[in-house]
């Protein structure tokens, strides 16, 4: 069984009268100590879809799934109370821009103690020798000093240094990285890709990673779930899906990446934006954009085919001899 | 850090001399002089008139006049009172504790009632508590003192009869002085003597309107100001890491946010110790409060000039002294500026 399991996973926002939905009908599995990329053009639903299951939407935005399985326990059927006990324990994320994203009036050693003590009932020296040791384990230099500084005193990069040692501190089974690295530096975001995957194997927990990067993807991930306008297009193992995807949109993202794009025939990225909130087309919801679009991706939106581990939203998929 | 105290400190001397050249000459800007509002109606023999004003050093140039303020200042003169001879620095120490009693009480008001309707107001956003809060601050803040302050009297003092109209004690009871602060004078003398078993309780009922009166004005500013600036913190991303820990509702909102979101507000009620002195002058008048303000106002009126400008200048020395521990207390809040060169 797998350690998540979202079924049917709507959000929508805005007000009861004129509502829509971020997110929608949205399917994805995750097993243990996998790696799961989540790509997808910004607004697509990625981090609504992550803060939905962590229940960091609460009230800003009215969920409904058909399930939210983590570790057996619906989590969307347990309390608020019982919630809290996973998210930060079993389930935890580490969001885009790390200089706001630590509490600039405590220190680092404060914040990372208090998911220790909080989720662990650390006390007392234990509590501070736990701390040290995942300052060490995100490789923070002069860690023991650098526990009592202030957020404002840390570069981005040890500052998500920081934040990583929080979602660390209680072992997690289910690591979510909302693109860890967009705000850093490129010579830092490598390393702190690297310490991602290399905590992922020796901790040995599951990681979602939301990005834009689709080299990372290739590199780190096993499967691949793309998105687009709040929901799944494509889903399937990495290495097949960069072989030959089925969904034109994904077909559109991998020749965007310049060694893929090299000899495409057609033309790297899709013309045209996603679709509104409020204009949603009836049909498919790439049919305004998709260079293969028929008279039914105009009229019937396409469900999720799911052959295996694979899935595509497309009444027309990409056969393989149409890919080269 | 240090280097920040200094500064502050060097700004403080200029602040000291504009004072003292304001209320010089603001006080001889107005018609009249001590002798003639002493004497009154009764006709004044020009002559003695010349010398009563010569005996108080009142009849030199006005440039030398101050001259000699300054440099009794410098060496920690205060002066007599002109009235009742008594030295300015007693009567004003006398008198303090009274308005000091009051205006800690209004504080303590207008920042726990301000801080809570501005936190939950916050947090329920859009609700009919946030409208609520909003639509109360605004008149609040809007009220004219006199004007709320003779409402509350006419209706809880008069109509009700819940509150005494005036004073700070019912005269019935004779409570010696030893603090001058009348809630703790009560309760050590009730403990002694029996007899004065009610006077904590009256006391108390003496403040209640005042204290209302004197508070309404910070409540206002305090509650929307938390409002807007736990608003402002909710939204930022620390926040949402702290939900994301696991950690509970009140410890994301008191140990998170609310750190945070109090920074802006500490310098606020900082500033509200100054409109608190503004406001005692009026509330004192209306409530016949014995304290700073009404001795001020009545000095005015005699035109005793030391009382009135040693008077204020205490006043003033006051309120910049606490507006410079809020400043003090503002680094110590927010590492940022604590760290800053
Ligand atoms: N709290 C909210 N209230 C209303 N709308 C929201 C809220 N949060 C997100 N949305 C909307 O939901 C949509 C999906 O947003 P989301 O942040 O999930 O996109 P994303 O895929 O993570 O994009 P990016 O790559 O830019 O991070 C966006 O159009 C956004 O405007
Ligand atoms: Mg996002």
């Known amino acids: 069984m797998s350690l998540l399991e979202i079924s049917n996973l709507s959000v929508q926002f805005g007000s009861e009268a004129r509502p829509f939905n971020a997110v929608e009908g949205l399917d994805l599995s995750v097993d243990q100590g996998e790696v799961v990329g989540i790509v997808g053009e910004s607004g697509s639903g990625k981090s609504v879809t992550m803060m939905a299951m962590m229940g960091l939407l609460e009230g800003q935005g009215r969920i409904v799934a058909d399930q939210l399985r983590f570790d057996g326990k619906d989590l969307l059927k347990i309390s608020a109370r019982d919630r809290r006990k996973i998210i930060g324990k079993d389930i935890s994320m580490i969001f885009q821009d790390p200089m706001t994203a630590l509490n600039p009036s405590y220190t680092v050693g404060y914040q990372i103690m208090e998911v220790l003590k909080e989720h662990q009932g650390l006390r007392g020296a234990a509590l501070k020798q736990r701390a040290l040791e995942l300052m060490e384990m995100v490789e923070i230099p002069a860690a023991a000093q650098r526990l009592s500084s202030y957020p404002h005193q840390l570069s981005g990069g040890m500052s998500q240094r920081v934040a990583i040692a929080m979602a660390i501190a209680c072992k997690p089974k289910l690591l979510i990285a909302d693109e860890p690295t967009t705000a850093l530096d490129v010579t830092i975001q490598a390393q702190i890709m690297e310490l991602l995957v290399s905590l992922q194997k020796s901790q040995n927990m599951a990681l979602i990673l939301i990005t834009h990067d689709l080299a990372v993807v290739a590199e780190v991930a096993q499967r691949l779930a793309v998105m687009y306008a709040g929901q799944v297009a494509e889903l399937g193992a990495v290495p097949d899906i960069f072989r030959r995807p089925f969904h034109p949109y994904t077909e559109a993202l991998l020749s965007s990446i310049p060694e893929h794009s090299k000899g495409a025939r057609r033309l790297n990225t899709l013309p045209g934006i996603v679709p509104g909130h409020y204009d949603r087309p009836v049909g498919c919801l790439l049919s305004p954009r998709c260079p293969y679009v028929q008279e039914r991706c105009r009229l019937e939106r396409p469900a999720l085919t799911v052959d295996g581990a694979s899935g595509v939203r497309c009444h027309f998929p990409l056969s393989a001899k149409e890919v080269k | ?341």
């Not at chain 2, 006398?94 to 207008?110: D, H, N, V």
């Not at chain 2, 402002?232 to 890491?241: G, N, P």
Request: aromatic share 10%; net charge positive; charged share 15%.
């Open chain 2, 1 to 341: 850090m240090f280097s920040f105290i200094l500064r502050r400190l060097g700004l403080l001397i200029p602040t000291f001399f504009g004072i003292t050249l304001l209320t010089f000459s603001l006080i001889r800007l107005i018609p009249g002089d001590p002798i003639e509002v002493m004497v009154g109606e009764r006709s004044l023999d020009p002559q003695m008139h010349a010398a009563a004003l010569h005996r108080l050093g009142l009849d030199k140039p006005l440039y030398l006049q101050y001259i000699d303020y300054v440099v009794n200042l410098a060496h920690g003169h205060l002066g007599d009172s002109l009235i009742t001879r008594v030295d300015v620095w007693t009567e004003f120490t006398t008198l303090f504790p009274a308005t000091l009693e009051l205006a800690i009480c209004a504080m303590i008001f207008a920042v726990v009632l301000g801080l809570l309707a501005g936190i939950v107001a916050a947090i329920k956003r859009g609700s009919l508590f946030d409208h609520g809060v909003m639509g109360l601050s605004l008149t609040g803040f809007s009220m004219p003192i006199f004007w709320w302050g003779l409402i509350l009297i006419m209706f809880f003092s008069v109509r009700l009869g819940w509150t005494p109209v005036a004073g700070r004690i019912d005269l019935a009871f004779d409570i010696p002085p030893r603090t001058g602060f009348m809630l703790i004078d009560t309760w050590l003398a009730s403990s002694r003597d029996p007899s004065l078993s009610g006077a904590f309780v009256d006391a108390l009922k003496h403040l209640i309107l005042p204290t209302i009166v004197l508070g309404t004005i910070p409540l206002a500013v305090i509650a929307r100001m938390t409002r807007s600036s736990m608003l402002e913190v909710l939204r930022e991303d620390y926040v949402r890491t702290a939900r994301a820990k696991g950690l509970s509702p009140s410890r994301v909102i008191f140990i998170h946010a609310l750190r945070n979101a109090l920074i802006p507000v500490l310098t606020v009620i900082g500033l509200q110790v100054g409109v608190l002195m503004g406001g005692a002058v009026l509330t004192e008048t209306i409530f016949s409060w014995p304290g700073i303000g009404k001795w001020l106002i009545d000095a005015i009126q005699r035109r005793d000039y030391p009382v009135v400008q040693n008077g204020i200048l205490l006043v003033a020395t006051l309120v910049i002294l606490v507006n410079f521990v809020v400043d003090i207390l503002y680094g110590v809040a927010n590492p940022r500026i604590r760290h800053a060169k």
